[in-house]
């Protein structure tokens, strides 16, 4: 089990571009969820997702940010019109139940130039 | 709203000495604490637990409700140890769903 995969690594993108991030979760696992962290700070929660649906998306920014888990396939974090304050290090975890250790990715690290 | 808080961006000792890396947290219902550990260039993972018990590479921890605190101890630190240290909450028994300090930096000197 090659454990939680996070694609790419190093994302850079200009203002105003899309940033896509993927992840795809432990084998058997089909809880998944998002944060994020900002220079000098703690993992933010944004999202958790069950496979095709969002189970709390409380800590995502109401505007430009969306999550989707489909059946197939990674889960995808995307940011539209992305801002240099959207750069962070983004971590997806994934995890086999809602009560069971979830697992972490290596993160993404986006930064906007 | 729930909240954990690491006073301390860095903690330097030496080998062989007792190390505290200290952690408070509030909500008003009853979490569960974890311990979280990144070593350099790899990912978070789990240390332990509050519900566990357990003690994991020398390290221990006791949830204090009254002080509202659970601090990460080792009484005696190894160079291997170095690495940063972030304190969680679950505030909802049942999600996975976390709530993290800003971490601390353990640098262990020889």
């Known amino acids: 089990n090659a454990g939680v995969m996070q694609n790419p690594r190093h994302l850079v993108r200009r203002r105003g571009q899309e940033a896509r991030l993927r992840c795809s979760p432990m084998?058997?696992?089909?809880?998944v969820y998002w944060y994020r962290q900002l220079p000098e700070e703690g993992l933010k929660f944004m999202v958790y997702?069950?496979?095709?649906?969002?189970?709390?998306e409380s800590g995502m920014p109401k505007e430009r940010f969306s999550a989707e888990f489909p059946k197939e396939g990674p889960s995808i974090l995307r940011i539209q019109q992305v801002v240099r304050g959207d750069s962070a290090a983004y971590f997806c975890a994934s995890s086999w139940d809602s009560n069971t250790e979830a697992f972490f990715g290596q993160g993404t690290r986006l930064t906007v130039v | 709203a729930q909240r954990v808080t690491q006073p301390e961006k860095l903690l330097s000792v030496f080998k062989g000495a007792p190390v505290e890396l200290k952690c408070n947290y509030s909500?008003?219902?009853?979490?569960?604490l974890f311990w979280y550990v990144q070593y350099s260039r790899q990912r978070l993972q789990l240390l332990l637990r509050h519900i566990s018990r357990e003690s994991i590479k020398g390290f221990t921890a006791d949830l204090n409700k009254g002080e509202t605190s659970f601090h990460l101890k080792k009484p005696f630190a190894q160079e291997e140890d170095s690495a940063m240290y972030y304190c969680?909450?679950?505030?909802?028994?049942?999600?996975?769903?976390?709530?993290f300090g800003k971490g601390t930096m353990l640098l262990v000197s020889p």
């Open positions: 997702l069950q496979k095709e649906n969002i189970i709390d």
């Open positions: 084998k058997g696992h089909s809880h």
């Open positions: 969680a909450l679950r505030p909802i028994p049942g999600y996975s769903t976390l709530t």
């Open positions: 909500y008003s219902g009853s979490p569960e």
